[in-house]
């Protein structure tokens, strides 16, 4: 049974700095993975997907690794600003089943 | 455009109450997904509409639970006899088809079970 795990729950950390989010993932035959940003009383929004042949996508200061031998991905956030505070989901999504198997998330927190 | 959205925001009810949740997807989407968040934890997958077809009720937790999609379009999520573990924020989401990967989300509805 896949399972994804987010490390850590929640993080700190001062405007400006890069900073890395973790998810891993227990079966490596995924078909993608995502990572999305939920801000409180808004719904989710997809910031970036891999597909299971790729190892990296990137969009503006976002950038996501993809190691599936490993089980891991990371989100990588350069320059963060207080606008980036929010909580982080990575969804993983199983060969051609179109179900998402989710992380708990982590809630980040930039302090200006 | 729109977006996908939900009502209510916000509800809150006895335990023993029944309660309908609604979703209307993003015009011309096909599929729609309904997902449930509990504190702290990760979404949980509830059920699948891909048009006409049947859907997918393997996530429902338990026969308390249907949801219904008329036309099509709007979805209703609906939770008899409420217990106090069906407290949680429910979300639905649309994409264009099943294969779409990009799903759209709604802001949820946060259900609160006194």
């Known amino acids: 049974k896949q399972e994804v795990t987010q490390i850590p729950a929640a993080l700190s950390v001062p405007e400006g700095e890069n900073l890395v989010l973790n998810c891993s993932f227990t079966?490596?035959?995924?078909?993608?993975l995502q990572w999305f940003r939920q801000d409180p009383g808004k719904g989710l929004t997809s910031l970036l997907l891999?597909?299971?042949s790729q190892r990296e996508q990137t969009s503006g200061r976002l950038n996501a690794s993809l190691d599936k031998s490993s089980g891991r991905s990371t989100l990588y956030i350069a320059a963060s600003q207080p606008g980036d505070s929010a909580t982080y989901l990575c969804?993983?999504?199983?060969?051609?089943?179109?179900?998402?198997?989710w992380g708990a998330g982590t809630k980040l927190i930039i302090k200006p | 455009g729109a977006g996908v959205s939900q009502s209510p925001s916000n509800k809150v009810t006895e335990k023993g109450k029944d309660v309908e949740l609604r979703c209307d997807p993003i015009?011309?989407?096909?599929?729609l997904y309904w997902y449930r968040q509990s504190l702290g934890q990760g979404l949980e997958f509830l059920i699948y509409?891909?048009?006409?077809?049947?859907?997918?009720k393997s996530g429902l937790p338990s026969d308390r639970f249907s949801a219904e999609r008329t036309g099509g379009s709007v979805s209703t999520l609906t939770i008899q006899r409420t217990q106090q573990e069906d407290s949680a924020v429910y979300l639905c989401?649309?994409?264009?088809?099943?294969?779409?990967?990009?799903?759209?989300f709604g802001p949820g509805t946060r259900l609160t079970v006194l």
């Open positions: 015009s011309g989407h096909t599929a």
């Open positions: 509409f891909q048009g006409n077809s049947a859907p997918d």
């Open positions: 989401a649309s994409s264009w088809t099943a294969s779409q990967d990009t799903q759209y």
């Open positions: 079966d490596s035959a995924i078909y993608n």
């Open positions: 969804a993983v999504r199983v060969d051609s089943n179109y179900q998402l198997i």
């Open positions: 891999i597909q299971s």
